[in-house]
């Protein structure tokens, strides 16, 4: 397993990160995902430190607290050897404080998540999403504080917006809050917006991309084939309208070369998709899941090997899309290009 640098951070992380929502599936979305219980989740625990993949991320909003419970028995008597993630923000309940990121939430979520995950601090905790409700001050006062009582040791965000950032990051720096080191993100061969604002906001200002759904939602496991039905066992029966939005041409399109580059690699399509994610700029670690034992090892060999530089230009040719405004109008003009280095092709 390789390790990378978590942003500006003294943090080393593995490439592969295990994403916890398949542990204790409950209700129409997470049950879809997996119902891993503590056993299973052990087990899978076991596979991934054995191939160096130590850092497991999970969030409040699992299953109602049910994925860190189930996390949090499975890591019993190996807490050093793990790296914990989790996330809080989105709502928990219908109570006037039961989501966002006041100080009121935030020390009663962290709390509640310590006691859950069974344990007296969290690696990385990363804020599911941004609170206009609340001063940006008082969020970051109230993680310095989590972090200087030893609660927290890093703190990160999930699915902001480029300016939200900023004005986080800027806020840390004029107050002396503790900085963001980590965006986990969405980030695939049929999802590429990641790359136009936020990818170099992360460059600039040392964000370590922690990236979510890899695979675009289940769509690029080597099931999903044009001319095809969606396979019976797929989760995207019960879960395609939660995700991601992408054109079915284009996926098509994608998938036809992954399994080219498959039976040149002897690779799996999933393997080669999260290999690609793993040489693009800021990307510090993809987040993996898997329902049982089977994908998880498949998911495992996406590392320890690389695509020619060829392949990836084939990939990086098919899944390329025309960038949004203001990125359009200059994006083709060579003098605009000299001024700004891609950071993607």
Do not use: C
């Not at 990160?17 to 204790?24: C, D, I, L, Q």
């Amino acid at each position: 397993m390789e390790y990378r640098q978590l942003g500006n951070s003294g943090l080393r992380v593995p490439a592969l990160s295990f994403g916890a929502g398949t542990f204790g599936g409950q209700g129409p979305l997470f049950g879809a995902w997996g119902t891993i219980d503590a056993r299973e989740a052990s087990r899978m625990i076991d596979i991934s430190l054995e191939a160096g993949l130590n850092m497991f991320d999970s969030a409040d909003v699992y299953s109602d607290g049910a994925s860190e419970q189930v996390l949090g028995e499975a890591i019993k008597g190996r807490r050093d050897k793990i790296i914990l993630s989790t996330k809080l923000a989105l709502p928990v309940g219908d109570g006037p404080n039961d989501f966002g990121t006041s100080r009121h939430r935030l020390i009663m979520a962290t709390d509640a998540a310590l006691k859950r995950l069974g344990t007296d601090y969290i690696d990385l905790l990363q804020l599911h999403a941004f609170d206009a409700f609340t001063p940006v001050e008082e969020v970051l006062s109230t993680l310095d504080d989590l972090l200087r009582a030893g609660k927290l040791r890093y703190i990160g965000v999930s699915n902001f917006a480029g300016w939200q950032i900023m004005k986080s990051l800027a806020v840390s720096d004029h107050l002396g809050y503790s900085r963001y080191v980590a965006h986990q993100v969405y980030y695939s061969l049929v999802g590429r917006d990641y790359e136009w604002d936020l990818m170099p906001l992360a460059q600039d200002q040392g964000l370590g991309a922690l990236v979510w759904s890899p695979l675009g939602w289940g769509r690029l496991t080597g099931k999903i084939r044009r001319g095809t039905p969606i396979p019976d066992g797929s989760r995207l029966h019960e879960t395609a309208q939660f995700g991601p939005p992408v054109d079915e041409d284009h996926l098509y399109d994608i998938v036809d070369v992954l399994e080219e580059l498959s039976a040149e690699t002897g690779k799996t399509v999933p393997q080669i998709a999260i290999n690609w994610l793993l040489h693009r700029p800021t990307v510090a670690s993809v987040i993996i899941g898997a329902r049982n034992e089977q994908q998880l090892r498949d998911n495992l060999g996406a590392v320890g090997w690389s695509l020619s530089s060829e392949q990836i230009a084939r990939l990086d040719a098919v899944s390329k899309r025309q960038p949004p405004y203001p990125h359009y109008p200059y994006y083709i003009q060579e003098d605009f290009a000299r001024l700004n280095p891609p950071l993607f092709a």
